[in-house]
């Protein structure tokens, strides 16, 4: 067999299309469907596919009953072929992305990524047929490749610290930058003159190699952790409240006794409010479920725009939400109810929520008022001043011995 044997170009394309095929095929299922990420990948895979045909669109390549195929000169192949290699970094990088940052935290970053994404294939294929005449046609496209995947790495070394498969992608990443700095010298020492353009150009066979070993480690790495992405996110999907975003009560029970009794160990203190939304009832029986559910909303989402990263929230049942404010004392934590009151008043009304939220809350804290290490036993406690709360609403309770 040789390259101008058209099976031998088939048997060469063939396993890339099975292995993308099957690879993502099995991540793409339940979450996976719907994942931006997933999809720029396999867009990635179809231009490497692409860019793995263009050299068979060359005049002499296929024979036989396959020389219909040839539409390119071989500059034009070369050309074609390697700007869609880059598109397809492009398009592998944008994936990368959006996996590093699926709720569109990214966003701003993707659209600089999309516009770098279409400009560099695009200028290097401006340049490429001056840097053919001047012998540096494949110097040219090493350097390029290595400023992609450069970039790239550094996308892949935030994965790594949350995804064990991108090491996988890092290890073909390196090999990408190590082969194209070790050869773009030595091409750049040895021209290309531009007659080697006049006749079938094909790739050698270490870039073949190295496009097998590298596309199979890079298509596998990617979704052994894009499955990584999909087990957390199916966790973090059971352990969370659907409409509030909050973390469930569930979900939140080994968190709050775990960050108690920590609190507990290393002596110092923890609050712990539990906030419950006034006149709920009415709400729902006045303006509808819908403005019930709007309401809870507003609240989640006022209490998540205040509350530290280390802030436990959760929504305990119905109306009711538990806050742990870790090394907070009883007067920061009245500081912060007071705070969230303020902004709960201070948002515009609508015609979805024609009213301003209103809540009752009590509140201890690990030294001052509920000096145990038992969460339940505290629980019980700021259950009791809440209860207090609500006979006059839209005020904060602190725990006195008696609940204790």
């Not at 070369?78 to 990214?106: I, N």
């Not at 709400?283 to 819908?290: A, E, L, V």
């Not at 009711?320 to 912060?336: H, K, N, S």
């Not at 809440?386 to 006979?391: G, I, S």
Request: hydrophobic share 50%; glycine share 6%.
């Amino acid at each position: 067999m040789s390259f101008h044997d058209p099976v031998t170009l088939l048997l060469i394309i063939t396993p890339f299309g099975l292995m993308t095929t099957l690879l993502l095929c099995l991540s793409y299922v339940g979450l996976g469907k719907d994942n931006a990420s997933l999809h720029w990948w396999i867009a990635g895979d179809l231009l490497l596919a692409a860019y793995r045909i263009a050299a068979m669109l060359q005049p002499g390549v296929p024979q036989g009953a396959l020389e219909w195929m040839p539409v390119m000169t071989p500059l034009a192949a070369f050309v074609a072929g390697t700007t869609l290699l880059l598109a397809a970094v492009g398009a592998h990088t944008l994936a990368l992305l959006r996996l590093d940052a699926p709720s569109g935290e990214g966003q701003r970053s993707g659209t600089l990524l999309k516009r770098l994404g279409v400009a560099l294939p695009l200028i290097y294929a401006c340049g490429a047929p001056m840097a053919v005449r001047a012998g540096y046609a494949l110097p040219w496209h090493s350097l390029f490749m290595v400023v992609t995947i450069v970039f790239q790495i550094g996308l892949t070394l935030r994965l790594a610290r949350r995804y064990r498969g991108a090491l996988g992608l890092l290890a073909g990443q390196v090999v990408i930058v190590v082969y194209h700095a070790w050869s773009a010298p030595m091409l750049a020492r040895h021209p290309l003159p531009p007659q080697a353009f006049e006749h079938v150009f094909l790739p050698t066979v270490p870039a073949l190699m190295m496009d097998v070993i590298v596309s199979f480690l890079f298509t596998l790495s990617y979704a052994l952790a894009l499955q990584e992405q999909l087990r957390l996110r199916i966790v973090q999907l059971s352990i969370t409240d659907s409409l509030t975003g909050a973390l469930n009560r569930r979900g939140a029970v080994s968190i709050l006794n775990d960050a108690w009794a920590r609190a507990s160990a290393e002596r110092h203190p923890i609050a712990i409010a539990m906030v419950d939304l006034d006149n709920f009832k009415r709400i729902n029986d006045q303006y509808g479920h819908s403005a019930g559910d709007a309401a809870l909303q507003r609240f989640a989402d006022t209490v998540t725009r205040l509350k530290r990263q280390s802030d436990v929230f959760v929504r305990w049942g119905g109306e009711e939400f538990l806050l742990l404010l870790p090394r907070t004392d009883i007067g920061q934590a009245e500081r912060f109810l007071a705070r969230l009151r303020d902004n709960l008043k201070s948002l515009p009304l609508t015609p979805a929520l024609p009213f301003h939220l209103e809540f009752s809350a009590g509140l201890a804290d690990s030294h001052a008022t509920v000096a145990t290490p038992d969460f339940e036993a505290a629980l019980r406690a700021v259950d009791k001043a809440l209860y207090r709360a609500k006979v006059d609403r839209d005020r904060v309770e602190v725990v006195s011995e008696a609940d204790v």
